[in-house]
């Protein structure tokens, strides 16, 4: 109470003082200025004030300095965009919206608004305002822009040296994954690419595939997920199926030897992924990155966490890494993970650090989880919306595979409606709709747009795959869309309209993989399993948490097939 007294009344007293100073200081310091330190500056400026009285003055600028940084001065940065044509501009504090002004936007399009893909909010967004080009608003105390238009998308995934990968700034990205491609400044990312990009190519996935499908095997052929009587969230189910397919393809082991704290390394992963991003979406370190960790015991908790599992996995790659070398992982059907397909892509010229490798696993694990699982989850959505679709995939698959031997990269080509089903899929309920928000590292114009440097720059690709202008049926799931000599084949006008797996030379290296990797795991699922949709289902709208998935799990019903050995 006395400090909150003595506050109030010597405050005011301080800034005019202050003032005065600040004037006497300047005038005498233009009079002086080759004599003048600013050590000497300062002494003037605070001369006769008390301790006490200095410390609350300076921390009330502090408070002032604070408030100004973290709100005022981003208002006013994202406030000059509102005499764009086509933006949107929004401040936000938290995720609140607190200001809104939007220029040139068009009118609202027709829509069926019970359409289950348009309730996402984005995606309804440009129905509503279907000359939108961008979205200006604020991450915190950083200017955001997400840009809508394909054709101002084009302007970025052309220029990727303007740019540095924002999640850089993560505890993960500070640590560990400022090592991985996915994280890396250009010339370190042009070196990582050319190792590792054999390793994603036609010929090794085929020898990547029996890792894929002996997971697969694992996991669909046993039947103790399902009792068809309760609904049940399958993309928990696909999520462990694709940590561990990954986990294993990457090291080309069965890892049973490593378990970190009893748990298998999979799980213990994916459990990491997800507090990793939640502590990164909070607010406090969104303001305060890893200085958080000072006050916060999660955050510290957390750190502790990343730098013992971190020690962990590169104890893995070093193991692994030597027994690959001594030959010790040969297999008769020619299996190799990805580790082995990257040392044998390197030399001395051209090779990656322990962690370096390490870095990329985590990479990996960061881009494609989460992503996976979903769309798995997702398209079992959309078939059972569909029966008449799910049928055809089915009856596909049974065209194409007995069911029993092993896959193969031409036996998944034939596969084309599932295919086809798979892209549908990435279309209506993407979880990755958008590039990873940059940094931008020098000031440009995107379009009539001006970007500054250290403002974050996104691309957001979802509500142009809905809008009218540029995909023929956009509410409708229709496979047929993408196979070539069907009546509702499309040609797209722009390559830029839609491409799941991003564009460029940044576009994502193992799209191949994730492909393989859903493709095995419906080939094994769909002619096992009866699964429906409960009654009065509906479909809630996707939500950007890791990725963009529904806000509420899609539960089904399942239960194995009673014939599926006969077909």
């Given at each position: 109470?006395?400090?909150?007294?003595?506050?109030?009344?010597n405050?005011?007293?301080?800034?005019?003082?202050?003032?005065?100073?600040?004037?006497?200081?300047?005038?005498?310091?233009?009079?002086?200025?080759?004599?003048?330190?600013?050590?000497q500056?300062?002494?003037?400026?605070?001369?006769?004030?008390?301790?006490?009285?200095?410390?609350?003055?300076?921390?009330?600028?502090?408070?002032?300095?604070?408030?100004?940084?973290?709100?005022?001065?981003?208002?006013?940065?994202?406030?000059?965009?509102?005499?764009?044509?086509?933006?949107?501009?929004?401040?936000?504090?938290?995720?609140?919206?607190?200001?809104?002004?939007?220029?040139?936007?068009?009118?609202?399009?027709?829509?069926?608004?019970?359409?289950?893909?348009?309730?996402?909010?984005n995606?309804?967004?440009?129905?509503?305002?279907?000359?939108?080009?961008?979205?200006?608003?604020?991450?915190?105390?950083?200017?955001?822009?997400?840009?809508?238009?394909?054709?101002?998308?084009?302007?970025?995934?052309?220029?990727?040296d303007?740019?540095?990968?924002?999640?850089?700034?993560?505890?993960?990205?500070?640590?560990?994954?400022?090592?991985?491609?996915i994280?890396?400044?250009?010339?370190?990312?042009?070196?990582?690419?050319?190792?590792?990009?054999?390793?994603?190519?036609f010929?090794?996935?085929?020898?990547?595939?029996?890792?894929?499908?002996?997971?697969?095997?694992e996991?669909?052929?046993?039947?103790?997920?399902?009792?068809?009587?309760?609904?049940?969230?399958?993309?928990?189910?696909?999520l462990?199926?694709?940590?561990?397919?990954?986990?294993?393809s990457?090291?080309?082991?069965?890892?049973?030897?490593?378990?970190?704290?009893?748990?298998?390394?999979?799980?213990?992963?994916?459990?990491?992924?997800?507090?990793?991003?939640?502590?990164?979406?909070?607010?406090?370190?969104?303001?305060?990155?890893?200085?958080a960790?000072?006050?916060?015991?999660?955050?510290?908790?957390?750190?502790?966490?990343?730098?013992?599992?971190?020690?962990?996995?590169?104890?893995?790659?070093?193991?692994?890494?030597?027994?690959?070398?001594?030959?010790?992982?040969?297999?008769?059907?020619?299996?190799?993970?990805?580790?082995?397909l990257?040392?044998?892509?390197?030399?001395?010229?051209?090779?990656?650090?322990?962690?370096?490798?390490?870095?990329?696993?985590?990479?990996?694990?960061?881009?494609?989880?989460?992503?996976?699982?979903?769309?798995?989850?997702?398209?079992?959505?959309?078939?059972?919306?569909?029966?008449?679709?799910?049928?055809?995939?089915?009856?596909?698959?049974?065209?194409?595979w007995?069911?029993?031997?092993?896959?193969?990269?031409?036996?998944?080509?034939?596969?084309?409606?599932?295919?086809?089903?798979?892209?549908?899929?990435?279309?209506?309920?993407?979880?990755?709709p958008?590039?990873?928000?940059?940094?931008?590292?020098?000031?440009?114009?995107?379009?009539?747009?001006?970007?500054k440097?250290?403002?974050?720059?996104?691309?957001?690709?979802?509500?142009?795959?809905?809008?009218?202008?540029?995909?023929?049926?956009?509410?409708?799931?229709?496979?047929?869309?993408?196979?070539?000599?069907?009546?509702?084949?499309?040609?797209?006008?722009?390559?830029?309209?839609?491409?799941?797996?991003?564009?460029?030379?940044?576009?994502?290296?193992?799209?191949?993989?994730?492909?393989?990797?859903?493709?095995i795991?419906?080939?094994?699922?769909?002619?096992?399993?009866?699964?429906?949709?409960?009654?009065?289902?509906?479909?809630?709208?996707?939500?950007?948490?890791?990725?963009?998935?529904?806000?509420?799990?899609?539960?089904?019903?399942?239960k194995?097939?009673?014939?599926?050995?006969?077909?």
């Amino acid at each position: 109470m006395q400090i909150e007294v003595i506050l109030n009344i010597n405050f005011g007293k301080n800034i005019k003082l202050i003032n005065s100073r600040l004037q006497g200081s300047y005038n005498f310091f233009l009079n002086n200025y080759r004599e003048y330190t600013a050590m000497q500056f300062f002494i003037r400026l605070f001369e006769g004030f008390s301790l006490l009285n200095t410390v609350l003055t300076v921390l009330a600028f502090l408070v002032v300095g604070f408030i100004y940084r973290i709100f005022i001065k981003p208002f006013f940065q994202i406030r000059a965009y509102k005499n764009i044509p086509g933006v949107l501009v929004t401040y936000k504090i938290g995720t609140k919206a607190i200001w809104e002004h939007k220029n040139s936007v068009g009118e609202p399009l027709e829509f069926d608004e019970d359409s289950p893909f348009y309730r996402t909010e984005n995606n309804t967004l440009l129905l509503k305002y279907p000359n939108l080009k961008a979205i200006v608003t604020n991450l915190a105390h950083n200017p955001h822009i997400t840009i809508i238009d394909h054709n101002l998308t084009a302007e970025i995934i052309k220029n990727p040296d303007y740019y540095m990968n924002f999640l850089r700034n993560t505890m993960f990205g500070k640590v560990y994954g400022r090592y991985a491609m996915i994280f890396s400044t250009p010339a370190v990312w042009k070196r990582q690419r050319k190792v590792i990009s054999g390793a994603f190519d036609f010929d090794s996935m085929r020898k990547i595939m029996p890792i894929i499908q002996e997971v697969a095997k694992e996991f669909f052929e046993n039947e103790t997920f399902t009792n068809g009587k309760e609904p049940q969230a399958l993309q928990q189910f696909f999520l462990a199926y694709t940590w561990e397919a990954l986990s294993r393809s990457f090291f080309g082991d069965d890892l049973k030897n490593f378990t970190p704290g009893g748990e298998p390394f999979s799980k213990i992963i994916n459990a990491f992924v997800k507090r990793q991003f939640s502590i990164f979406m909070s607010l406090q370190y969104q303001i305060f990155g890893n200085t958080a960790a000072l006050w916060n015991s999660t955050i510290r908790r957390e750190r502790k966490r990343l730098f013992e599992l971190g020690k962990f996995v590169e104890n893995m790659v070093e193991i692994i890494s030597g027994r690959i070398k001594r030959g010790e992982l040969k297999n008769a059907d020619g299996r190799k993970g990805i580790l082995e397909l990257i040392l044998e892509n390197s030399n001395e010229n051209d090779s990656l650090t322990n962690m370096e490798l390490m870095g990329n696993f985590f990479g990996f694990s960061f881009a494609g989880t989460d992503t996976s699982s979903n769309t798995a989850s997702n398209l079992l959505y959309c078939l059972a919306a569909n029966p008449e679709i799910k049928q055809k995939v089915i009856e596909d698959i049974q065209t194409h595979w007995d069911g029993q031997s092993p896959l193969t990269p031409e036996i998944l080509n034939k596969i084309e409606y599932l295919h086809a089903s798979l892209l549908e899929t990435l279309r209506v309920m993407s979880p990755v709709p958008f590039l990873l928000p940059r940094v931008a590292i020098r000031d440009h114009m995107i379009g009539d747009i001006p970007i500054k440097k250290g403002y974050l720059v996104q691309a957001y690709f979802s509500p142009t795959l809905f809008s009218p202008w540029w995909i023929k049926n956009p509410e409708q799931f229709q496979p047929e869309r993408w196979i070539k000599g069907r009546e509702a084949y499309q040609q797209l006008e722009d390559v830029f309209i839609f491409n799941p797996f991003s564009f460029g030379p940044r576009n994502c290296i193992g799209q191949h993989f994730a492909m393989t990797q859903m493709k095995i795991a419906m080939c094994y699922f769909l002619p096992r399993f009866e699964f429906s949709l409960p009654p009065d289902f509906k479909l809630p709208p996707m939500v950007r948490r890791a990725t963009m998935e529904p806000r509420e799990p899609i539960k089904m019903f399942i239960k194995p097939k009673s014939n599926w050995k006969k077909n």
